[in-house]
T-cell receptor, first 117, second 110 residues
């Protein structure tokens, strides 16, 4: 089945130790998103790629970076995780504006739960 | 400021009962409104989507309504099941962004 896959599902890292989260999709969607969701809060968009074009949200810390080497894969790099970065990280994909129109649906992966010790 | 507010914050009901979740928004321009279900430890899954001209949409036991004049939406769950226990998130799209509500945490007990 076409889907959005995130690995690992659970990640534990140490304060300040770089960590990379992975997302892959078999939907062949143009757009890939990374969200941060803290407990009992709404998901917060960090950035997204429209094809190879990177779009960073204004309030996303520099500590968060992303790479999209090809259509299928997108990575979230946290260069120096702090305790406040512990959260669920959600990857989502969509076909993109102009293709899905006003009902462009975002399909979410299961998330990666990041713990920072 | 674009905002989506949901109520109640949490809700407990008995299996088989109905319930209604509320969503108020101040998003402009409005493109569409979507209800997502998010199981604990999982990503959100879309339940319904409504554009400006639609005022009701059903998906099995889930029925969403939209009043674009008052900028309110509701999600009605009929004959609740244990598997309905989850967070329900109202998401409003403006031109290019999704504005998320903080969700209603629903717990269904036997």
């Amino acid at each position: 089945d076409a889907m959005v896959i995130q690995n690992p599902r659970y990640q534990v890292t140490q304060f300040g130790k770089p960590v990379t989260l992975s997302c892959s999709q078999t939907l062949n969607h143009n757009v890939m998103y990374w969200y941060q969701q803290k407990s009992s809060q709404a998901p917060k968009l960090l950035f997204h790629y429209y094809d190879k074009d990177f779009n960073n949200e204004a309030d996303t810390p520099d500590n968060f970076q992303s790479r999209r080497p090809n259509t299928s894969f997108c990575f979230l790099d946290i260069r120096s995780p702090g305790l406040g970065d512990a959260a669920m990280y959600l990857c989502a994909t969509s076909r993109g504006p102009g293709t899905g129109g006003r009902t462009d649906t975002q399909y979410f992966g299961p998330g990666t739960r990041l713990t920072v010790l | 400021k674009n905002q989506v507010e949901q109520s109640p914050q949490s809700l407990i009901i008995l299996e088989g009962k109905n319930c209604t979740l509320q969503c108020n928004y101040t998003v402009s321009p409005f493109s569409n409104l979507r209800w997502y279900k998010q199981d604990t430890g999982r990503g959100p899954v879309s339940l319904t989507i409504m554009t400006f001209s639609e005022n009701t949409k059903s998906n099995g036991r889930y029925t969403a309504t939209l009043d674009a004049d008052t900028k309110q939406s509701s999600l009605h769950i009929t004959a609740s099941q244990l598997s309905d226990s989850a967070s329900y998130i109202c998401v409003v799209r403006n031109t290019d962004k999704l504005i998320f509500g903080t969700g209603t945490r629903l717990q269904v007990f036997p």
